[in-house]
Nanobody, 111 residues
Framework: VQLQASGGGLVQPGGSLRLSCAAS?????MGWWRQAPGKQRELVAR???????NYVDSVKGRFTISRDNAKNTVYLQMDSLKPEDTAVYYC?????????WGKGTQVTVSS
């Protein structure tokens, strides 16, 4: 499975960004992880084929994950961004219990 992610960048605190990740085929679970400097990679949000969603507590109410199954694409709408959201964001998909990772995209929240 090949993944193509886009949408990172630099934004001021309180701003918004939208990440997208397109998979080369249909997948079961789609999600976003992030890794900040000096920290472990953490799950941000994930969504199943049927729309079941999970979020890490720190982004609840600010981030929204969605997917378009027809396009094999997952989106992460990030609002009210905070400096602590700064990290490299990685797209992740699961197919038949196997994990696939996209190249990371940098998100920097700074004034």
């Amino acid at each position: 499975v090949q993944l193509q992610a886009s949408g990172g960048g630099l934004v001021q605190p309180g701003g918004s960004l939208r990440l997208s990740c397109a998979a080369s085929r249909s997948v079961d679970i789609m999600g976003w992880w992030r890794q900040a400097p000096g920290k472990q990679r953490e799950l941000v949000a994930r969504i199943s084929r049927f729309g079941n969603m999970n979020y890490v507590d720190s982004v609840k109410g600010r981030f929204t994950i969605s997917r378009d199954n027809a396009k094999n694409t997952v989106y992460l709408q990030m609002d009210s961004l905070k400096p602590e959201d700064t990290a490299v964001y990685y797209c992740n998909v699961v197919v038949a219990a196997l994990d696939y990772w996209g190249k990371g995209t940098q998100v920097t929240v700074s004034s």
